[in-house]
């Protein structure tokens, strides 16, 4: 069998390289780089990636041995309901350096003037300030002290010219991504005593966007890696697997200029408009939402795995009433938009090529419902004078499992911060086997501002959640008898 190689591009040509990119992770290369790729084709355009890894170590190898081609693997389950599986071997990336073995190389990519567009996806930890971080380390250690190195040599190498500018595209998972990597630029230009004028030139001539990014990318499928390079008929070390959805949303504000890399004159999962926060609310609130609701009563129901789950009658039909009557009705996004997209989560979730495990969305699980699901909860009791049945259920369901209270506990721990756990065993021990004691325990834990960011604590939720506790500890649970649990509360 031959390595993968131009031969398998169908004749497609390579790009030149215009587009900087800081990561060469498997979800930039399954993401933003596959939707370059195929914009090119569909445009006949002309943009190529040079990818810099930020980092030392990870991958002993490079995308430099395969010449920067790999293959997107992306499956799962079309709009018609049937399984989907297409294959794309992407043409765009034409380089990997590393910036901790070649700092030389990757300044020299600041003076090139082909170059217009950076992008990144340097982990959720990547744009952040650290203080230690001075201008003649090879490399700075941060992602934002490479970039403000990176724009100080462009600027003396251009002389400042107002054209040479250029437009960053943050994907990292944080709030208001681009503006906070500006924003700690700027500061490092400050503290590193900068040139007034090339301070000037980052703020005027330099464009930093917000981004909301969406893709599950399960990365290299290395238990079917033999059997899909035989489909394939070659070799790639960096095959990437992803799900058939992809949703990128850039965020315009009035002022700043438009974007030069153009995916959304040519890609339908691609869109820019003047404010991200909608759409981050819309995936917060239905995507991730549905995900930490349903979570808890799957794994103390002995339910290992999200496609296991909704694809039960029983689980289909907790996220038909959850999205439709808890979670859509308060959200701003017009209505139908907001439908396509429950739908096409609901589609997501049912992947049979995708196995995500309950367990491993339940880290951290507790902060997970205040930032994803807690909102909702508070304008449902909001708008009707009484607790969301099954926002409160899954609620319960959460002092279930932290506590173990469950058949199988004893395999799945809780996993979270020290200090959250230290808070939870502090509030079993307020349970008695009484009445009186099992809502202390719940008193506790809506009050618990460790949990919640405040207390949440009143007495219409509390006897809610109080009486869903005792009913999901009187028995076994299993999604049989979850089933009659989401029906009693029609």
């Not at 509390?462 to 999901?472: C, K, M, N, P």
Request: aromatic share 8%; glycine share 8%; charged share 25%.
């Amino acid at each position: 069998m031959t390595d993968i190689g131009a031969v398998h591009l169908g004749g497609r040509a390579r790009p030149t390289v215009r587009v900087l990119q800081f990561g060469e992770g498997n979800f930039l290369r399954a993401f933003v780089d596959w939707k370059i790729d195929r914009m090119n084709e569909a445009g006949g355009l002309d943009w190529g990636v040079a990818v810099v890894r930020p980092i030392a170590g990870g991958n002993p190898h490079t995308l430099n041995e395969q010449d920067g081609l790999y293959t997107v693997l992306s499956r799962g389950v079309g709009d018609d309901g049937q399984a989907v599986s297409e294959a794309r071997v992407v043409a765009c990336v034409r380089r990997e350096l590393p910036s901790h073995e070649d700092w030389a190389g990757v300044l020299a990519l600041a003076r090139d003037p082909d170059i217009t567009v950076v992008i990144s996806n340097t982990t959720d930890a990547g744009i952040a300030y650290v203080p230690t971080v001075k201008y003649d380390d090879q490399p700075p250690v941060s992602f934002p002290g490479k970039m403000t190195r990176l724009l100080h040599e462009r600027w003396q190498a251009f002389g400042g010219k107002p054209e040479a500018g250029w437009q960053m595209i943050a994907c990292e998972l944080i709030d208001h991504n681009g503006d906070e990597l500006r924003r700690i630029v700027l500061q490092h230009a400050h503290e590193w005593g900068l040139e007034p004028a090339f301070i000037t030139w980052v703020e005027q001539h330099n464009a930093f966007y917000n981004t909301l990014v969406d893709r599950i990318v399960p990365g290299y499928p290395r238990a079917e890696a033999d059997k899909l390079e035989a489909e394939l008929g070659y070799r790639d070390m960096f095959m990437t697997a992803t799900e058939v959805f992809h949703f990128f949303v850039i965020e315009q504000k009035p002022g700043q200029p438009d974007l030069r890399l153009p995916l959304a004159k040519y890609d339908a999962g691609t869109i820019v408009v003047p404010d991200v926060s909608p759409y981050k609310a819309r995936k917060v609130a239905i995507l991730n939402g549905a995900h930490t609701a349903l979570c808890p009563l799957s794994l103390i129901s002995g339910v290992e795995t999200v496609g296991e789950a909704v694809t039960t009658e029983v689980g289909a039909r907790f996220l038909d009433r959850l999205l439709g009557e808890e979670v859509v009705p308060f959200l701003s996004l017009p209505k139908d938009e907001l439908a396509t997209f429950a739908a096409a989560v609901r589609r997501r979730f049912a992947n049979p090529y995708i196995r995500h495990l309950w367990y491993d969305i339940s880290l951290n699980g507790l902060v997970k419902y205040q930032t994803r699901n807690l909102e909702r909860l508070e304008a449902y009791i909001a708008r009707n004078g009484k607790p969301a049945p099954l926002q409160t259920l899954s609620l319960a369901a959460w002092l279930v499992f932290y506590l173990g209270r469950y058949a199988g506990a004893d395999k799945l721990p809780p996993r979270d911060a020290p200090d959250i756990l230290v808070r939870i065993k502090a509030i079993a021990a307020l349970d008695d086997g009484s009445a009186a004691g099992c809502e202390a325990m719940v008193t506790a834990y809506l009050r618990e501002v460790a949990f919640w960011g405040k207390s949440i604590d009143t007495p219409a939720l509390r006897a809610a959640v109080a009486a869903d506790f005792s009913t999901l500890t009187a028995e076994p649970m299993s999604f049989a008898r979850l089933g009659k649990l989401i029906e009693a509360r029609a």
